[in-house]
């Protein structure tokens, strides 16, 4: 008798084995297939970070609203260069209204004189106003970069939700492949009389901790999609839109040092830093400028004019006005220009600042998630796998007892599920360190 369980144990483990063989395949298989093949109609469209990064940037309404805040900033460029108003002056009098010792003759002393006039602005205050327009421009642009950067860590956050969704979603989905078969042989062993009926009954109602995690995966899948479409205010039905990419970690990491290097030319908000020391530099010229006097020229032209030339009928004239800057020089702004020159060095210094201490802090970040993966790779998941197939094999030969091969079961659950949120963990790290940097150094 005891040989005859033995032998339906060695069938049914055999039997074990090539389902699981066959399952591995067959998912790698159709993962190749899905690669290569083109989406059918109604089939998930599948984006890769690239594509889901370009589509971010053409359709997100938050982004593309600041955008137009750069487009405002070159208008004002054009009013800047802008050069003053002349003025135009018509002037008629000397209309006789009302009889005089009887004498009217109402248009006899009337004269016309039409009159130009322009301010002239010196000290180059025109280009010192385009340069500063110019400047903010540059500050706008920088602007836009530093709030891209942010969102795209928000964007990439999001996709990495996504991923590791995915990874645990297929981690459920094998364990309970896996336990559905441990339950099959289970009850192929009950009807043989090998197990008892409170063990069957034990091992099925496990089963519903396996169903759970599904349900959970599934779920979370769920809501990753949902704040990824959000991002890229898309209207693409749920069941069509899926992501794709590696998920895994890079063993590799550049030395700090040069991560630093890269964040002090790459970070925007350091860039604009800068520019707005140039542009309060520019800005305190212009106060200076503007402190100077500005001549307005005029002239004009006279017809029937009184003055002591009797046939002076048809007269020029000429003037110029100069301002008395006697009280007002521009003594305020110059001062308040040249104090904002400070506070924006005193800024960028704590950019530049703000800056390492981001990278410096986030290299740490990433060096540690990468300390408890690689003894994940290299020895845990391979320990996990062999101590529960080994437990599974024990118990089914009586070796083990059923809290034995439980536990088993559950410490392999457990760790896979830890290197799964790690590998997550460690991705969304390093899009933190890319954001620090300013640019993807970690793919």
């Not at 069938?11 to 290569?36: D, F, H, I, K, P």
């Not at 030339?309 to 100069?322: C, D, H, K, Y």
Request: charged letters at 25%; aromatic letters at 8%; proline letters at 4%.
């Amino acid at each position: 008798m005891e040989s005859f369980h033995r032998r339906k144990f060695w069938r049914c483990w055999g039997a074990l084995v090539v389902v699981l063989g066959a399952g591995a395949s067959l998912a790698a298989a159709q993962s190749e297939l899905q690669r290569t093949q083109p989406p059918t109609h109604g089939a998930p469209q599948v984006w890769t970070w690239e594509q889901v990064k370009e589509r971010f940037q053409l359709d997100n309404p938050t982004l593309l609203a600041d955008k137009v805040s750069i487009d405002e900033s070159r208008a004002q460029e054009i009013t800047a260069f802008l050069r003053p108003n002349p003025n135009l002056t018509l002037t008629v009098d000397g209309t006789q209204i009302a009889p005089d010792h009887g004498v009217w003759r109402p248009f006899a002393g009337t004269f016309e004189s039409p009159a130009i006039s322009f301010l002239q602005e010196r000290q180059h205050k025109r280009q010192l106003r385009l340069e500063s327009a110019k400047k903010a421009t540059l500050i706008a642009i920088s602007s836009h970069a530093d709030m891209q950067r942010t969102m795209l860590f928000t964007l990439r956050s999001a996709f990495v939700s996504a991923l590791e969704a995915k990874a645990v979603l297929q981690l459920a989905k094998d364990n309970l492949v896996y336990y559905d078969e441990v339950l099959r042989i289970s009850r192929d062993r009950f009807g043989a009389g090998d197990i008892a009926q409170i063990d069957l009954d034990r091992l099925e109602l496990q089963r519903v901790q396996y169903e759970s995690d599904l349900q959970s995966a599934e779920e979370n899948l769920e809501d990753a999609k949902i704040q990824l479409r959000t991002l890229l205010n898309s209207r693409i039905p749920l069941e069509e839109f899926d992501v794709a990419g590696i998920y895994d970690f890079n063993d590799q990491l550049m030395p700090q040092e040069e991560f630093r290097k890269i964040a002090m030319d790459s970070r925007p908000d350091l860039k604009a830093a800068i520019e707005s020391v140039d542009k309060a530099k520019t800005d305190h010229k212009l106060a200076v400028a503007n402190g100077s006097t500005d001549p307005t020229w005029s002239a004009w032209y006279t017809h029937n004019s009184s003055n002591n030339n009797p046939f002076g009928i048809n007269t020029l004239g000429l003037s110029a006005s100069f301002p008395l800057r006697i009280f007002d020089r521009n003594q305020g702004e110059k001062l308040r220009t040249q104090l904002d020159i400070t506070r924006n060095e005193r800024l960028r210094d704590a950019a530049e600042a703000g800056v390492l201490s981001d990278v410096d802090s986030d290299y740490a970040t990433v060096e540690s998630d990468l300390i408890l993966l690689r003894p994940y790779k290299a020895k845990y998941l391979q320990q996990a796998v062999r101590v529960r197939d080994t437990i599974t094999f024990s118990y089914q030969h009586g070796g083990a007892s059923l809290l034995d091969f439980l536990n088993a079961q559950s410490e392999y659950r457990s760790v896979q599920l830890n290197y799964v949120n790690l590998v997550g963990s460690y991705l969304t790290a390093a899009a933190q360190l890319n954001m620090a940097v300013g640019r993807e150094v970690i793919q």
